[in-house]
């Protein structure tokens, strides 16, 4: 059973436009939700987290929602660019135990 | 800039060998875990150390893989005998545990190669 459920599995933005992701979980429990970049060839590369104290959080481009009672989060990025081309994936965390989504590969169109 | 250090970077072995990857977490950091990458099944938690002792290791198939940390510098993943199935790129990740939940932190991975 698959504890964190992530979507799209792909997706292709204009340069400048804005990437969207989302993540779901159903377990009530956890309570650290972190969001990681992989460029191939390379480890997964923590990007920006959030705990479900606060509904938003927002690093630079990079912004999470965190909507605590439909046990839904996501990842927006702004004015998405080329260099952001890379898989992302969510994560949900309980006891320092985490469980990933199945990834999104995003390719951003010069 | 702190970084878990994986090794080899790449393997390619034939069936029935034994394959170790090692693994050195962030100096410091007090929890090391190993994952499992595929295209088809993601990333698959395949054990997690807390201060050296095993505390899960149920994603790891017993009969064949162990995983073991000598010492708080050294993290071990092996495989025997070696099975074609268990081509994939395996990763190391550390973390430290203060009270709640904290980042985990990637190596490189080992690109594993079963022929």
């Known amino acids: 059973q698959q504890q964190v459920k992530q979507s799209p599995q792909s997706l292709i933005v204009q340069k400048g436009g804005i990437s969207i992701i989302n993540c779901a979980y159903e377990?009530?429990?956890?309570?650290?939700f972190p969001w990681y970049q992989q460029f191939p060839g390379k480890g997964p590369a923590l990007l920006i987290a959030?705990?479900?104290?606060?509904s938003e959080k927002k690093e630079g481009r990079f912004t999470i929602s965190f909507n605590k009672s439909a046990k839904q989060f996501s990842l927006h990025i702004m004015d998405s660019q080329p260099g952001d081309s890379a898989t992302y994936f969510c994560?949900?965390?309980?006891?320092?135990?985490?469980?990933f989504g199945s990834g999104t590969k995003l390719n951003v169109k010069p | 800039d702190a970084r878990v250090t994986q090794t080899p970077r790449h393997k390619v072995t034939e069936m029935g060998q034994e394959v170790t990857m090692r693994c050195q977490p962030i100096?410091?950091?007090?929890?090391v875990f190993w994952y499992r990458q595929t295209m088809m099944q993601g990333l698959e938690l395949l054990a997690y150390f807390r201060n050296r002792a095993p505390l899960d290791d149920s994603g790891m198939p017993k009969d064949r893989f162990s995983a073991e940390m000598p010492d708080a510098t050294l993290a071990t993943l092996k495989i025997q005998p070696s099975e074609p199935r268990d081509s994939a790129v395996y990763f190391c990740?550390?973390?430290?545990?203060?009270?709640?939940?904290?980042?985990?932190?990637f190596g490189d991975g080992t690109r594993l190669s079963i022929l």
């Open positions: 990740a550390s973390g430290l545990v203060m009270g709640s939940n904290q980042p985990q932190h």
């Open positions: 959030i705990r479900p104290d606060v």
């Open positions: 377990n009530t429990a956890f309570d650290y």
């Open positions: 100096l410091g950091h007090n929890t």
């Open positions: 994560a949900a965390s309980n006891f320092n135990k985490f469980y």
